[in-house]
T-cell receptor, first 107, second 115 residues
C-alpha cells in the first residue's frame, strides 16, 4: 500500500535558524513528487515538482531534494513569513498527500 | 488571473438538506478534483474528473456526487449531508492528473459544518 509520512509533525525555529523537513514514502513507480505550502484556512500553494532521485530545486530560502525513498525540504535562514504547513505529495498513478509539517518561525 | 474559485467559503447546514459547492477554473485545465481535509488525516480525494463527462471515485466518495458538464465547472453535491461530512473542502485543477511543472492549483476552500 502506498504511504507517505512527514516529520517532524511540528517544528518551531528562531528566525535565521536553518533546518530540514522530511518526507518519507513507499510508492511503487514514482512519477514525481510535489511540495506545497499551506497557510491556515487557505488552499495549498504549489512550490516544486521533483521527478527523479538526485534532483534538486530551489526557491528563495527553500530547497527540495529527492532520493528513492525520501524527499527533504531545506529551509535556509527562515523568516516569520515562512511559517506555514508544508505538504509533500508523491505520485504514481495518483497524488498522495502527506499529513504535513507545521512550521513556525519566531522573530 | 489564473485561479480556481469555490463558493461558498463558509456553510452551515442541517442534516439531510441537499447542498452544492461550486468550483470553477479559468485555466482550461483538463483535470479537476475534490479533496476534504480533516485534522490528522490530511487531504483525501473525494472525486476527480479527467475531462468533460468523465468522473471517477477517489478515496472517500461515499455521500458525495459530482458532475462535469463543462470543462471549467466541477460542482460537489451532498444529497443528504451528515455531521461526519463536516470538513474543509478544496477543489483543485491541473493540466495533467499526476505530473506537471505547475502542480495543482487549489481553490481557497469551503468550510462546511453539518449540524
Amino acid at each position: 500500500e502506498d504511504q507517505v509520512t512527514q516529520s517532524p509533525e511540528a517544528l518551531r525555529l528562531q528566525e535565521g535558524e536553518s533546518s530540514s523537513l522530511n518526507c518519507s514514502y513507499t510508492v511503487s513507480g514514482l512519477r514525481g513528487l510535489f511540495w506545497y505550502r499551506q497557510d491556515p484556512g487557505k488552499g495549498p500553494e504549489f512550490l516544486f515538482t521533483l521527478y527523479s532521485a538526485g534532483e534538486e530545486k530551489e526557491k528563495e530560502r527553500l530547497k527540495a531534494t529527492l532520493t528513492k525513498k525520501e524527499s527533504f525540504l531545506h529551509i535556509t535562514a527562515p523568516k516569520p513569513e515562512d511559517s506555514a504547513t508544508y505538504l509533500c505529495a508523491p505520485t504514481d498513478d495518483k497524488v498522495i498527500f502527506g499529513p504535513g509539517t507545521s512550521l513556525s518561525v519566531i522573530p | 488571473e489564473a485561479q480556481v474559485t469555490q463558493n461558498p467559503r463558509y456553510l452551515i447546514t442541517v442534516t439531510g438538506k441537499k447542498l452544492t459547492v461550486t468550483c470553477s477554473q479559468n485555466m482550461n485545465h483538463e483535470y479537476m478534483s475534490w479533496y476534504r481535509q480533516d485534522p490528522g488525516l490530511g487531504l483525501r480525494q473525494i472525486y476527480y474528473s479527467m475531462n468533460v463527462e468523465v468522473t471517477d471515485k477517489g478515496d472517500v466518495p461515499e455521500g458525495y456526487k459530482v458532475s462535469r458538464k463543462e470543462k471549467r465547472n466541477f460542482p460537489l453535491i451532498l444529497e443528504s449531508p451528515s455531521p461526519n461530512q463536516t470538513s474543509l473542502y478544496f477543489c483543485a485543477s491541473s493540466p495533467y492528473p499526476v505530473r506537471g511543472e505547475d502542480g495543482y492549483t487549489f481553490g481557497s476552500g469551503t468550510r462546511l459544518t453539518v449540524v
